[in-house]
């Protein structure tokens, strides 16, 4: 019996080892900052989404945990220590899929064919990934870099200290939204 509980509780670890790495989750912690991706978070609430144009060309979706919804919906600022702001960004793709529904479904209805080009020309969906940023408040740690700690990771495994420098130079005009640029989209 005792072996079978032992045996289980390998077989457990392993598993939760593999989901880990398919998760992203056992990459380490970021240089400068020691984030690491937070458990759990691409099942958080989305807080906005946006679209960057060249040379990114992507798509940005913006996640947070409670403190920080609960912070962004009441419009907190600064933020409370906790909160975790998590971005996933994508490569911007056309679906082919979606341009056949649109073009057959504006044919039917009669929608003249420039029109159709038009809308089809600015349609796009999520592509491959590219990487996920986090932000994690904590006054007292990151009080260097306004309260948040930064991390940033492709491929599940943190970027190099050369990326991570730029962080907080990057948010620093958002000095007065508490170093936030995201705004919540209800």
Not at 8 to 32: E, H, L, T, Y
Not at 100 to 112: C, L, M, S, Y
Not at 157 to 182: I, L, M, R, S, Y
Request: aromatic share 8%; charged share 20%; hydrophobic share 45%.
């Amino acid at each position: 019996m005792k072996q079978a509980i032992v045996l289980g509780a390998v077989v457990a670890a392993v598993a939760g080892a593999a989901m880990s790495v398919a998760s992203g989750q056992d990459g380490g912690a970021a240089p400068i900052y020691g984030v690491k991706l937070p458990d759990g978070y691409r099942d958080w609430p989305m807080v906005s989404i946006a679209s960057v144009g060249a040379p990114q060309n992507d798509l940005r979706a913006k996640l947070a945990n409670a403190i920080a919804m609960k912070a962004f919906r009441d419009g907190t600022r600064p933020f409370p220590d906790g909160s975790i702001i998590v971005r996933l960004a994508y490569r911007q793709a056309t679906s082919e899929l979606n341009n056949k529904v649109f073009r057959a479904a504006g044919e039917k209805q009669g929608v003249p064919t420039a029109v159709i080009e038009k809308m089809l020309a600015s349609s796009f969906v999520a592509g491959a990934p590219t990487n996920v940023q986090v932000m994690v408040k904590d006054s007292k740690k990151y009080a260097s870099s306004g309260g948040w700690g930064f991390g940033e990771f492709t491929a599940g495994k943190p970027d190099g200290e050369a990326v991570h420098k730029t962080c907080f130079v990057c948010h620093a005009p958002g000095k007065d939204q508490d170093f936030v640029f995201t705004q919540y989209a209800p």
